[in-house]
T-cell receptor, first 109, second 115 residues
Framework: GQNIDQPTEMTATEGAIVQINCTYQ??????LFWYQQHAGEAPTFLSY????GLEEKGRFSSFLSRSKGYSYLLLKELQMKDSASYLC??????????FGAGTTVTVRA | GAVVSQHPSWVICKSGTSVKIECRSL??????MFWYRQFPKQSLMLMAT?????????EQGVEKDKFLINHASLTLSTLTVTSAHPEDSSFYIC???????????FGPGTRLTVT
């Protein structure tokens, strides 16, 4: 089975940094995705990690430790438009994605 | 590149009727398409996986006779919700991937409301 955990909600101030953690226990692992989803819209791709380490892409960075079953998404220089739900998803051996419940990030002025 | 479209974007239907949702990959060949359902304030739940030219594989708890999936070509998959009921009201999202690619490309979703 798949078990993916991430916090339900986080609040931060505009310009600040927020780190969203994700822990997983899955049968089969072929990488971990982070998606951003605004209400009523489909998820949009943020990052993909399959090897241990940090992937940096502009204001967003994602880290993976396969031995610990752990990933985080780091959002820097927060902007109001970053208020959204952030989904952690693991790819199994059949190319299926299992999603965490999502973390709702609220950015305040 | 890697654009997936869905049609319709929203639909309202009466209880007992059937609704068909189309998912198209516009600029790549989708060897596999996935159908998800998302209820308010919840995450995406995989309903079924379909490979071109073969029968869909349904996740546990998803009724295959109620949610008919047809993946007739490398660019089109359809989901038909048969005899829809109010509890089927949800946000349905499809995604597509090409052979050898782990990434799935998501469609914009279809909001179904059953009255």
């Amino acid at each position: 089975g798949q078990n993916i955990d991430q916090p339900t909600e986080m609040t931060a101030t505009e310009g600040a940094i927020v780190q969203i953690n994700c822990t997983y226990q899955t049968s089969g692992f072929n990488g971990l995705f982070w998606y951003q989803q605004h209400a009523g819209e489909a998820p949009t791709f943020l990052s993909y990690n399959v090897l241990d380490g940090l992937e940096e892409k502009g204001r967003f960075s994602s880290f993976l430790s396969r031995s610990k079953g752990y990933s985080y998404l780091l959002l820097k220089e927060l902007q109001m438009k970053d208020s959204a739900s952030y989904l952690c998803a693991v790819v199994d051996n059949d190319y299926k994605l299992s999603f965490g419940a999502g973390t709702t990030v609220t950015v305040r002025a | 590149g890697a654009v997936v479209s869905q049609h319709p974007s929203w639909v309202i239907c009466k209880s007992g009727t059937s609704v068909k949702i189309e998912c198209r990959s516009l600029d790549f060949q989708a060897t596999t398409m996935f159908w998800y359902r998302q209820f308010p304030k919840q995450s995406l739940m995989l309903m079924a996986t379909s490979n071109e030219g073969s029968k869909a594989t349904y996740e546990q708890g998803v009724e295959k006779d109620k949610f008919l999936i047809n993946h007739a070509s490398l660019t089109l998959s359809t989901l038909t919700v048969t005899s829809a009921h109010p509890e089927d009201s949800s946000f349905y999202i499809c995604s597509a991937r090409d052979r050898g690619d782990y990434e799935q490309y998501f469609g914009p979703g279809t909001r179904l409301t059953v009255t």
